[in-house]
């Protein structure tokens, strides 16, 4: 894998509202809007649904219909 293709792989319209989802989290979590339970709830969901995406995306699967 090259340096450019893994810049690209940052760049993923998935990888950034995963990340967004994540800051969003962890500060809901420190201002204490969210529990902690409730905090890895979120984290797992989101990484379950940027893993989900990614694998669909790999195989080449249509999903949009």
């Known amino acids: 894998m090259t340096q450019n293709k893994k810049k690209e792989d ?3 319209r ?4 995963c990340l967004l989802v994540l800051i969003i989290a962890t500060v809901a979590l420190f201002t204490s809007f969210l ?3 409730e ?3 979120l984290c797992v ?3 379950t649904i940027y893993t989900g995406g990614n694998v ?8 949009s219909s």
């Open 10 to 12: 940052y760049k993923s």
């Open 14 to 17: 998935k990888f950034i509202l």
């Open 35 to 37: 529990a902690g339970a």
């Open 39 to 41: 905090f890895v709830s």
């Open 45 to 47: 969901l989101a990484l």
């Open 56 to 63: 669909i995306q790999k195989r080449g699967l249509d999903v």
